[in-house]
């Protein structure tokens, strides 16, 4: 969701304002309102060339489109290929595989808060 302001933001005043608040993107002069697991992620990975990223959603708030349903903790892998994002979910107890991190041996149970 993006807003309309009254004049475009510098990167300097985008600064000042949110650098300690990761919910909003400047994009063109232009605050935008990231959503967690919404379509920004995506293009943004594609502009700057993110081979793999990892969304874990810990207390499964994400939308079902997104995570599933039930609605539980769910840990997703998306890769990049040619240039579409692909998405692989794991669930409590599942090993997670990483085609970036192909050693990598971790579970969701492993990442979640105690």
């Known amino acids: 969701m993006s807003y309309t302001l009254s004049k475009l933001l510098s990167f300097d005043?985008?600064?000042g304002k949110y650098c300690r608040n990761p919910?909003?993107?400047?994009?063109?002069?232009?605050?935008?309102?990231?959503e967690p697991?919404?379509?920004h992620?995506?293009?943004?990975g594609k502009l700057l060339g993110i081979p793999e990223y990892w969304i874990v959603d810990?207390?499964?708030l994400?939308?079902?489109?997104?995570?599933?349903k039930p609605k539980q903790p769910t840990f997703t892998v998306c890769q990049l290929n040619a240039e579409?994002?692909?998405q692989q979910q794991y669930r409590l107890g599942q090993p997670i595989t990483s085609p970036l991190?192909?050693?990598?041996?971790?579970?969701l149970d492993d990442v979640l808060p105690r």
């Open 13 to 15: 005043e985008f600064l």
């Open 101 to 107: 991190l192909p050693q990598i041996q971790l579970r």
């Open 84 to 86: 579409v994002y692909s």
């Open 23 to 34: 919910r909003y993107e400047l994009a063109n002069g232009e605050l935008i309102d990231m």
């Open 37 to 39: 697991t919404g379509p």
């Open 62 to 68: 994400g939308g079902i489109a997104f995570i599933g």
């Open 58 to 60: 810990y207390r499964g």
């Open 41 to 44: 992620e995506t293009v943004s």
